[in-house]
Structures are given as C-alpha cells and as structure tokens.
C-alpha cells in the first residue's frame, strides 16, 4: 500500500516537472537556425582520410588546421563552445610537420617512425577540465577563473606524441559536475540544432563543436555520462573507455581513490572510424588488453536490449522516436547478420541515479558544498541558492540545488545506502554473466533529445540513464540516430562487459553505415 502511494507520488512529481519544463520551454522559443555553410570539404572528411592524405604529401597539415581555425570562428557566435584557442601555435606545429613530411617524401631523412603516428598533423580540442600547458584550466569554476594549466595532462601529451595538435579549449558546466554547459565564467553553450536547447555535458562545448564542424576529433572525460550525454543531446559518437585504459591525471577536480572504477576518458567525434585511432593516441599501454586490431565478426554478436531503465517514475518516459530508433537497429543486425536479439528487463536499472550518488561517496570524498568551494569549507548551499535568485551566487543553480539535496541524504554507512550497493554488486554479477564476451547491450542514452536551456533541473535524473554504466565500469557508445521530429538529433548507447570496447565500437561503425551517423546542422 505504501510503496504504491509512493509510486503514485512520484509519477505526480514527474506530471508536474513536466508541465514545468513546458513552460520554461516556451519562455524560450525554438531557434532552429542552420549554422553557416561548409564552403571547405577538408571540414568533411575523416581523420582516417585526412591522415592519409597528409602523409602522401597530398594535402598540408597547415590547410587541415587553417580550415577548421577558420570554422571555429564562423560557428562560434552561433553555439559558444570556446573558451580559449591557441590559433598561431597550432599553425606553427602544423608548418613544421609539413616541412618534416615534405624532408622525408623527398627522401631527404629516413623518417618511417614519424608516418607511422596515427593523429600526425591534424587538428584537436579538449574540454576546458583536461589541462593544456598555458591554456586557460579552471572547469568553469568562477572560482579559478583566470588560472591557467602549468603542464599537460598526461592524455595531451599522449595526443602530442600521436603527431595531433591542440587547437582549442571547450566549454563545460561548473566543475564538470552537471549536464548542462553552463557556468559563471564562460555562460552557456548552445545546441548547434536549435540554439534554444543545451548542448549537454559536461563534454558539452566539445560536442556542440564537433557537430558544427569546428572541430574534428575531441578529448572528453566521463564519471556520469559526460561524454555521451552531450554527444546524444548534439548527435556525434562519444566513447566511454573502459576505466584504467587512457591515463586520467591533469584533470579538475583530481579525481578521489574511490571515483576510479567510474571514471574514464575518451574520444569524441563526427565519424565512427575515428574512435579507434583517437583511442589509440589517448591511451597507454594497458590499451593492448583492449585487442583494437582484433577484427569484429557481426554475426556473432549477441544482442540485447532495453528500452527504458526498468521504470523510474521519476525519470522522463523514452520517446517513441527513441524507441523506434532502438527497435531499427535491432532489426537491421538481426536481418543482416541473423544475431541473437534478447530483450532484457532488469528492473534494477533504474535505481543508477542512486547507486551512482553511492558510489561516488565510497572511499575518501567530498560533499558538494565543499567540492564547490574547491575542497574547503563548506559554503551554506541554501543561502548561495536564494543568493542566486538575484543573481549574487558565484555558483550554478543546478548544483546549489544538488547540494542542498545531499544535507537530507542517508549517509553512506546507513543501512538504505549499504543495500543499495548489495543491489548493485549483483546487477553486476548478472550483466557480466549475461553479456559474456561477445554480448553487447543497445540502452537509451538519454530518454529524451537536448531540452531547453534552464530545464535540466525538470529531469536531472535522467543522465541515470548514462550513470548505470559508469557503476558497472562498462564501455558505451553513444551512436546518432540522425534528427527526430523536433530537427534535434536522437540515438543510443551501445555498452559491452570491461574490456570488449572493440564490440561497441564496432557496431557504431555498423549503425553510421546503415543509418548515416551525423547529420550536418548547416546548409
Ligand atoms: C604540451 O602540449 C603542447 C601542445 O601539444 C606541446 O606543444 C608542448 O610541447 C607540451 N609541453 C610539454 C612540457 O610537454
Ligand atoms: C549577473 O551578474 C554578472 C556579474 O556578476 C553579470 O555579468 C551578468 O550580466 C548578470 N546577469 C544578469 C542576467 O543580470
């Protein structure tokens, strides 16, 4: 009787945040604008097939970087992914690979080594948590504005090594805790589909770039979807690496012990074939248990799916075009390679947005109200909140919000907290068992396409949906879907068991053959 009170309570609470956001929505109007025209095709190629063409000889690193220098400053107006760029020195490394490549096609030097970097030449941008020595390095924390990175995060230097070139830094929400890239230094991202919509996050400027064309491959890091979310909420691929495999020191805030299982970098961006060879370049060497070269036989994937987290009432229900999008892809694999499709109903799915607040308290952590306050004293959440109404707060609402939630929450050694985790153990123990070592496991992203701006807060606990596999330690990928009937692109995740990124990844390939993958937001 209680529970079912309850039950009722919620699905009340979900109604009214709802027509909330209606309302929010409609203060801000739908700014469907197609983004300037790609007048360069360089824009519209691959890193596979730009490399290729930059180490024949056939095309200039410089052209590669120019251009895309050039289309950031074209769609920057429109979408405010960028927070700091580093134009001329990019230029300058670009010259100087031309001139190495120009020495050793005319035999010159001797230089096999240097062709054999997989990113040698071409442009990249990082989010703005991930440090760039001299680039600005604060995370949107208002708090650190004007704090500038002293090294390279170790990921950087990997990408350096690979022959890739940092070009320019992207917008995040404040201390990369939210979904919503929106913060007190930079303001707000917007989506490149319709400017009256976020971008996600919290690899949110990253994503609304990269789809804009203004940039080509991208560095994101992910504890609770950040590199899915806005890669669902702005239609570009995003991998989420299995944790351990791409080196994660140089980031804000330095993760706590407890936070590894969870947390992982990766890749982001426009075309599936640049997953691996950005993959490759981020990682070290413990990217050899992931067996990249190994050759993906479709036909002997096993599929399963879901196609809503086992239903939270608190969570948006999944939209019909999501939903047909997920039930397509099925359809294709099963038709085209006669897999084994398994429809699973875990209903312990949808307590992720729990499990994850748990997990990210085991070990040694910090509560919000500190973590906001760049691990210092506490600030008092609620006062900051009212303070915000008039716009006096140095801090973001959503996450004032958040923390005055975390003052009423059983701690993590109640007994409510230590069930949960029991609960996630064995959801754990289950998937492992069920996906084995050729299973891959097709989940929403998120229920919904990108909302309006200032409406996260209506269905924060929807990134649940991205947070179950962050608990689990699995790879996802996040695969566009194309443009649902608001021209706002839809998709879903593919996840996998640890270790088997190759699985998901090669079924992002599939699903960007038969689906088209990224649809352009210009002309
Ligand atoms: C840091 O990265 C930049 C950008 O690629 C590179 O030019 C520089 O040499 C690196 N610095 C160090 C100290 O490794
Ligand atoms: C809020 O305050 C900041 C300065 O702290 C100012 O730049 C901004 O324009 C203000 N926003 C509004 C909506 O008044």
Avoid at 76 to 104: C, G, T, Y
Avoid at 147 to 175: D, H, Q, R
Avoid at 256 to 284: E, N, Q, T
Wanted: charged share 20%; hydrophobic share 40%.
């Amino acid at each position: 009787m209680f529970e079912t009170l309850l039950h009722f309570f919620f699905k009340l609470s979900r109604a009214l945040l709802d027509c909330l956001s209606i309302v929010f929505g409609l203060l801000n109007p739908s700014k469907v604008r197609r983004l300037p025209p790609i007048s360069d095709s360089i824009l519209l190629r691959s890193s596979v097939e730009l490399s290729r063409k930059i180490k024949s000889g056939e095309l200039r690193s410089e052209q590669v970087v120019k251009a895309y220098c050039k289309r950031i400053e074209q769609v920057q107006p429109f979408i405010n992914a960028v927070v700091d760029s580093r134009f001329e020195k990019a230029l300058e490394e670009a010259r100087e690979v031309d001139r190495k490549i120009a020495e050793i096609l005319s035999g010159k030097v001797d230089e096999e080594l240097l062709l054999s970097k997989p990113l040698l030449g071409l442009p990249f941008t990082c989010k703005d948590s991930i440090a760039i020595k001299d680039m600005n390095f604060d995370a949107g924390s208002l708090l650190l504005k004007g704090n500038k990175a002293t090294n390279n995060a170790t990921v950087i230097n990997n990408l350096c090594k690979s022959g890739g070139i940092p070009v320019a830094l992207t917008n995040v929400p404040e201390l990369v805790l939210w979904w919503d890239s929106d913060n007190r230094i930079y303001g707000r991202g917007n989506n490149p589909y319709d400017l009256s919509r976020i971008t996600g996050g919290s690899s949110g400027g990253e994503a609304a770039l990269i789809a804009a064309c203004g940039s080509l491959v991208g560095v994101g890091s992910d504890i609770g979807g950040s590199i899915r979310l806005p890669s669902m909420c702005c239609g570009v691929f995003g991998h989420r690496t299995t944790p351990g495999v791409i080196p994660i020191e140089g980031m804000y805030p330095p993760p706590c012990d407890g936070w590894l299982p969870y947390l992982s970098f990766g890749p982001l961006c426009r075309y599936a074939v640049d997953i691996i060879p950005m993959l490759k370049a981020m990682a070290g060497p413990e990217v050899e248990r992931l067996n990249l070269d190994k050759k993906v036989d479709l036909s002997k994937l096993k599929i399963y799916y879901m196609l809503n987290d086992g239903g939270n009432p608190l969570n948006s229900p999944v939209s019909e075009e999501i939903q047909l999008s997920m039930k397509q892809a099925v359809k294709y694999f099963e038709n085209k390679y006669k897999v084994e499709i398994i429809k699973l109903d875990l209903k312990e799915m949808r307590d992720a947005f729990l499990f994850w607040i748990y997990a990210m308290k085991s070990g040694d952590y910090y509560t919000l109200s500190s973590e906001l306050n760049l691990r210092k004293n506490e600030i008092n959440p609620l006062l900051e909140l009212i303070k915000s109404i008039f716009n006096l707060s140095r801090f973001t609402r959503p996450l004032l919000l958040l923390a005055c939630l975390e003052k009423f929450s059983p701690s993590p050694d109640s007994k409510f907290a230590k069930s949960l985790m029991r609960k996630l153990d064995n959801l754990k123990l289950k998937l492992l068992k069920i996906l084995g070592s050729d299973g891959v496991f097709f989940y929403p992203t998120l229920p919904i396409p990108a909302v309006k701006h200032k409406t996260t807060i209506f269905s924060g606990l929807n990134c649940g949906y991205t947070m179950i596999f962050n608990v689990l330690s699995f790879p996802a990928t996040h695969c566009p879907m194309g443009l649902g009937k608001e021209n706002v692109p839809i998709g879903f995740q593919v996840a996998s068991s640890p270790f088997n990124d190759r699985l998901t990844i090669a079924v992002a390939c599939e699903l960007e053959r038969a689906f088209g993958g990224w649809v352009s937001p210009s002309f």
